[in-house]
């Protein structure tokens, strides 16, 4: 997990992360914390080995810190942070030694993950999508009725 160990340590990262934390300190809904992050990324990694689709960790553990990086511009300044996240990997991990073709499949997962549909064939955004909404535990959060996601996209019994 060398290279996701970079990823955490980069200055843009960490830039954007720190930013992101204090953007949303007081926002009473669901946060992009630190435990999101790798609630998303073990989720994935279950998924992953589920599905038998042999994606490395280190490769669905840096997908899931790049994922929601990008909120921090939304916030700031109007990007959608899918597009902020796809643009912060070009910055970020080559620096952390990934290579270009995985950064692509990366980047193109990130900008899919919020609206992944059955129709999509590639296991990446369903792997993706799926984790991100599962990270959410819905049932036991106390903005549940005041939330505007979707019911029916809210987790509002246990599952993994």
Not at 46 to 69: G, P, R, T, V
Not at 103 to 108: G, H
């Amino acid at each position: 997990m060398r290279r996701v160990n970079q990823i955490y340590k980069h200055p843009v990262f960490q830039e954007k992360f720190k930013a992101l934390q204090d953007a949303e300190k007081s926002r009473p809904f669901c946060r992009h914390t630190w435990e999101h992050f790798m609630d998303v990324a073990r989720l994935m990694y279950i998924y992953s080995l589920e599905q038998k689709l042999n994606f490395s960790k280190e490769f669905i553990y840096a997908m899931a810190m790049m994922h929601d990086i990008g909120r921090i511009d939304q916030i700031e300044e109007g990007i959608s942070h899918e597009l902020a996240g796809a643009a912060l990997c070009d910055v970020i991990l080559p620096d952390c030694g990934f290579t270009k073709e995985e950064i692509d499949r990366i980047k193109v997962a990130i900008l899919h993950h919020r609206k992944a549909t059955s129709e999509d064939n590639d296991p990446l955004y369903k792997m993706l999508y799926w984790a991100d909404k599962k990270s959410r535990n819905c049932f036991a959060c106390e903005m549940k009725e005041e939330c505007n996601w979707d019911k029916e996209k809210m987790n509002l019994e246990i599952e993994y």
